[in-house]
């Protein structure tokens, strides 16, 4: 892809000013350190068998008193535990899961990613001026219980999809796209990190690199290709996917922005009114192109 070939440059604009205000990324080398080791290899379609290029897990140290001392991300690992894994099993939400998801979008709130993001969106007319209102439009787009499997009731919803993960049929891994939770599941020895995915003629991503392609499996079932932030915090993703998800009402929306020294493709489905998926594709990083 030429370089700024279709690259959405008002969407790359507030990305970078949200870039710049996320003080609470991590940093790599510092806060956190990962090992991408081999590069992974093809998965025929509905295959879990997956060649392991990489012996050691991915993330080698992560400083979780770090993780646990800031609000955003106490308040986002509290949610990981909510949620049913797999579609069609109708979830069930309790008074303390509704309480400790309104307490992770209050922390959210409190960050100047999310209130950046407020003003650019009630400067679009996507969001109202009041920080309640935005607060449960925010509820609404990612908490929501929907059905995804229509067999079932309500078994499924953005933040549990994106952030979470899940499984399809019981044989297919669909979302989880998230490093918290890769990291904390990899610790449990539920995830096994496959090796990193690049394009063929290529070269390989920087193990400081804050957006990754991976392949790994996840309780027996493989994930042959699944977009990543690393080290970023909730409330970016959050940001991120968001503005994309308001900006159009297509099912379907993919943009090429460029972030940093990233240029990625952000992919979002909508389910209704509702987040169906969301995830970034790295194409190329500090000019290499991937």
């Not at 440059?9 to 510092?30: H, T």
């Not at 140290?61 to 986002?76: G, M, Q």
């Not at 899961?97 to 993001?117: G, H, I, Q, R």
């Not at 240029?263 to 489905?269: G, T």
Request: contains cysteine; hydrophobic residues 35%.
């Amino acid at each position: 892809m030429a370089k700024g070939h279709g690259v959405n440059q008002e969407l790359s604009k507030i990305l970078n000013q949200l870039w710049a205000a996320d003080e609470n990324r991590l940093k790599p080398g510092v806060d956190y350190r990962i090992c991408l080791q081999g590069k992974a290899g093809y998965v025929a379609p509905g295959s879990n068998n997956a060649a392991d290029k990489a012996s050691a897990p991915l993330f080698t140290y992560v400083n979780e008193d770090k993780l646990k001392s800031i609000k955003t991300y106490a308040a986002f690992i509290r949610l990981l535990d909510n949620y049913e894994m797999s579609t069609g099993v109708a979830e069930t939400v309790t008074q303390e899961e509704l309480e400790e998801s309104n307490s992770f979008l209050d922390a959210l709130l409190e960050t100047k990613v999310m209130k950046l993001t407020h003003q650019y969106l009630v400067s679009k007319n996507q969001a109202k001026p009041s920080l309640k209102d935005f607060k449960t439009q925010l509820h609404n787009i990612w908490f929501r219980l929907y059905n995804r499997d229509r067999s079932s009731g309500a078994d499924s919803c953005g933040f549990e999809h994106v952030f979470v993960g899940e499984t399809k049929s019981g044989n297919e891994i669909i979302g989880f796209h998230n490093w918290i939770q890769f990291y904390l599941q990899e610790k449990l020895n539920n995830v096994d990190y496959k090796g990193y995915k690049a394009r063929d003629n290529k070269d390989t991503p920087d193990e400081d690199d804050h957006v990754l392609n991976l392949q790994f499996s996840w309780k027996g079932l493989v994930k042959p290709v699944g977009g990543s932030f690393i080290g970023v915090s909730p409330e970016f993703e959050f940001a991120l996917f968001t503005i994309i998800f308001l900006k159009s009402q297509d099912k379907y929306t993919a943009e090429i922005v460029r972030v940093d020294e990233y240029q990625l493709e952000v992919v979002v489905y909508r389910h209704g009114r509702y987040i169906g998926t969301s995830y970034p594709k790295l194409l190329s990083s500090n000019n290499r192109h991937l």
